[in-house]
């Protein structure tokens, strides 16, 4: 199966604090994306990356950056943390057949 | 633009009941794909299905059946003889292209509470 990890179930920060959000997965897939899910606005696309040091916006990227250093390595950076930033983060990465996402456990951040 | 819509919030049904759960999606192209997920109270998404936009005829998977209509841009998911392990969120999402890289685009998903 397909494993994504992401390495902190749930932090708390406070506000300007620049924090990176962590995310691996175990097979050899390009294509990787960081969503956040907020109550009423379902899922919002920030980053993705096709490749290694390739990346682009999504729909909502401000107060975001992202690094893809590595194939299995995916993270999202906070340069200076605010309160609306505040949410649950998704990775996931893409089934190269089927278009499909397979999704971490979520990071629940909370700026304080 | 694309645009996924679940205009159902949440549902609440009595265990053994039937319940629908609606999408419509908006796009352009030709060829496209849609999912359902489920996200339990656990919180981590779930993948329920995929469909391309080529293929209308419905599916069922044990207790779960979709109906995609093109006509309608519909791509509806039925729950038969719920159960309170039923309980989650359900997002439908869309995709222009199987290709990779294209990012999916959700629903704002529906709160479904199964009751015993």
């Known amino acids: 199966d397909v494993k994504v990890t992401q390495s902190s179930r749930y932090l708390v920060k406070r506000t300007g604090e620049k924090v990176f959000l962590e995310c691996v997965q175990d097979?050899?897939?390009?294509?990787m994306f960081w969503y956040r899910q907020d109550p009423g606005l379902g899922l919002r696309l920030i980053y993705f990356?096709?490749?290694?040091?390739?990346?682009e916006k999504g729909d909502i990227p401000e107060g975001y950056s992202v690094s893809r250093e590595k194939k299995e390595r995916f993270s999202l950076i906070l340069e200076s943390a605010s309160t609306n930033q505040t949410s649950m983060y998704l990775c996931?990465?893409?089934?190269?057949?089927?278009?499909?996402?397979?999704f971490g456990e979520g990071s629940r951040l909370t700026v304080l | 633009a694309q645009k996924v819509t679940q205009a159902q919030t949440e549902i609440s049904v009595v265990e053994k009941e039937d319940v629908t759960l609606d999408c419509v999606y908006e796009?352009?192209?030709?060829?496209?794909?849609l999912f359902w997920y489920k996200q339990p109270p656990s919180g981590e998404l779930v993948f329920l299905i995929r469909?391309?936009?080529?293929?209308?005829q419905n599916e069922i998977s044990g207790r779960y059946s979709w109906n995609f209509q093109k006509s309608t841009s519909s791509f509806n998911f039925t729950i038969t003889a719920s159960q309170v392990v039923d309980s989650a969120v359900y997002f439908c999402?869309?995709?222009?292209?199987?290709?990779?890289?294209?990012?999916?685009?959700f629903g704002k998903g529906t709160t479904l509470s199964v009751s015993s």
């Open positions: 097979m050899d897939h390009e294509n």
């Open positions: 796009t352009r192209d030709t060829t496209y794909y």
């Open positions: 996931a990465n893409q089934g190269k057949n089927t278009g499909e996402l397979f």
């Open positions: 469909r391309n936009s080529f293929d209308e």
């Open positions: 990356s096709y490749d290694v040091k390739m990346k």
């Open positions: 999402a869309l995709s222009s292209s199987n290709q990779a890289g294209t990012a999916l685009i």
